[in-house]
């Protein structure tokens, strides 16, 4: 069966610091991989979607960049942080194509940014 | 893509059915309506989702109206456990060929004791 794995899960860190957040899944090849972020009492919003090795779509702009070096494995980093990356950060995976398949998350990782 | 409208907020009671509402009212045709949940500080839990018929599992039912527009979801048997925030979301394909996943703000279901 397929599992996500994202880590750590908490996580607190200085402004200006550098971040390296690492999502890895198992059981199936060729996923699509995402990066969300949720502030606080706000929905999920999409940071970075990928459809396979080195491609990388960002769907906003931000302090944040996101890589895949492996097929199942989806990096979200900065070179610096600000306070407002502080959030509760997100990897899912999904199936590929026009077929129906569902999303799976991994636990998260609550950031802070003190 | 399809934007989806849910109330911000529903209580309900131990044991009642829970009934969540989504307005999709752009939706078309070839995009599904899906249905998600996060218990607070976890990842978001795939529930359901469904074309045009209704469908139903082990977690519950949803309830798409003919022309689409609009969908509910039923918990039949709310237990303390489905406190949660509900998302309801319609699945973009884009040009590529590939999905991608985008979230609202969801409805806070509070069941009371």
């Known amino acids: 069966s397929q599992t996500i794995h994202q880590w750590p899960a908490t996580l607190v860190q200085p402004v200006g610091s550098p971040l390296s957040l690492e999502c890895t899944v198992e059981?199936?090849?060729?996923?699509?991989l995402y990066w969300y972020r949720q502030a606080a009492g706000r929905g999920l919003q999409l940071l970075f979607y990928?459809?396979?090795?080195?491609?990388i779509s960002s769907e906003v702009p931000q302090n944040l960049s996101a890589s895949r070096p492996q097929d199942r494995q989806f990096i979200l980093s900065s070179k610096k942080l600000l306070l407002s990356d502080s959030g509760f950060y997100l990897c899912?995976?999904?199936?590929?194509?026009?077929?129906?398949?569902?999303?799976?998350f991994g636990q998260g990782t609550r950031l802070t940014v003190v | 893509d399809a934007k989806t409208t849910q109330p911000p907020s529903m209580d309900c009671a131990e044991g009642r059915a829970a009934n969540l509402p989504c307005n999709h009212s752009?939706?078309?045709?070839?995009?599904?309506v899906y249905w998600y949940r996060q218990i607070h500080s976890q990842g978001p839990q795939y529930i359901i989702h469904?074309?045009?018929n209704n469908e139903t599992n082990e977690m519950a039912s949803l309830i798409i109206t003919e022309d689409r527009k609009s969908s509910t979801l039923i918990l039949p048997h709310a237990t303390l456990r489905d406190t949660a925030v509900y998302y309801c979301?319609?699945?973009?394909?884009?040009?590529?060929?590939?999905?991608?996943?985008?979230f609202g703000t969801g409805t806070k279901l509070q069941v009371i004791p």
């Open positions: 990928s459809v396979g090795i080195g491609q």
């Open positions: 979301i319609v699945r973009v394909v884009n040009s590529g060929g590939y999905q991608k996943v985008t």
């Open positions: 752009t939706i078309s045709g070839n995009e599904y």
């Open positions: 469904g074309l045009k």
């Open positions: 899912a995976w999904s199936g590929f194509g026009f077929m129906n398949t569902e999303a799976f």
């Open positions: 059981g199936t090849s060729n996923p699509n």
